[in-house]
């Protein structure tokens, strides 16, 4: 069954959005903003990665992060095996694989920069 990637990542960056209590509509084609009711904006982005299994992927997204100042990325594609939540450098990466018996398809996962943690 394929699914639309677009509505996919929606739905990733509404959760994720709502999770870190933000209000109002999410757009992406950018046309709208949620707003949080603080001080400080995040930057939120989606990236189909096509795998994480080749060495120098995960840095790889550390360094664009940084080079783009995204402070929550949302993943699709990651191809680990089952569920983990990791930290490399100053980034937590939690993810959504698949099974041992159907390695190396689909999986997903959120970055998020380490100064994202609630307190």
Partial sequence: MW????????AIC?????????????DVYGEERMVKKSRQDRKIATWNVRTLLQCGKLDNLKIEMARMSIDILGISEVRWPETGDIWSGDYRFIYSGTSVE??????VGIMLRKDIERK
Avoid: K, Y
């Fill in 3 to 10: 699914v639309d990637e677009v509505a996919v990542s929606s």
């Fill in 14 to 26: 509404t959760q994720i959005m709502v999770l870190l209590g933000f209000t109002g509509r999410v």
């Fill in 102 to 107: 159907n390695p190396g398809r689909g999986g």
